[in-house]
């Protein structure tokens, strides 16, 4: 039902996280796979329409089932095929993966870096800056 999906609110939290990341400093992506059986009423236009009613600061919405086509200092997905390949990509051009997988029941078997809400995540990142700040130059 296009109604319930656009009317859906996020998660707790997840507004209040995207807001502090973008004080920080940082440019926040949406990378995400949609199924287009329908362009007309198709997930992809739905997810634009629920994206600009929540009025984020986001610097770029990318639908593409390659996730890491988009690159990152940081990527979080619930999918495990989707953090091995952003794993993958992450460690062939850094040396350091940039995979965080949010936790949900379908992923336990993920073995790398894992939150469970994404407030979280503000926490990994302002403490990640702390460090490299006490770093002398």
């Given amino acids: 039902n296009e109604e319930m999906f656009i009317t859906q609110d996020p998660y ?11 004080k920080m400093g940082h440019k926040l992506h949406i990378v995400t796979h949609r199924e287009t059986p ?3 009423t198709s997930s992809i236009l739905l997810t634009h ?9 986001l610097k770029s919405i990318t639908i593409s089932e390659d996730k890491a086509i988009i690159q990152t200092d940081i990527f979080v997905d619930d999918a495990v095929h989707n953090l091995e ?3 993958s990509v992450s460690i062939a051009m850094t ?13 336990s078997d993920w073995k790398g ?6 407030s979280k995540l503000v926490d990994l990142v302002d403490n990640l800056e702390k ?4 770093v002398p130059k």
């Fill in 12 to 22: 707790p939290g997840v507004s209040d996280a995207i807001w502090r990341l973008h």
């Fill in 95 to 107: 040396g350091v993966s940039n995979a965080v997988c949010m936790n949900r029941l379908w992923n």
């Fill in 85 to 87: 390949r952003l794993n």
């Fill in 131 to 134: 460090k490299i700040n006490e």
């Fill in 113 to 118: 870096l894992r939150i469970d809400r994404l």
């Fill in 49 to 57: 329409a629920w994206l600009a009613k929540q009025r984020w600061p």
């Fill in 38 to 40: 329908n362009a007309e």
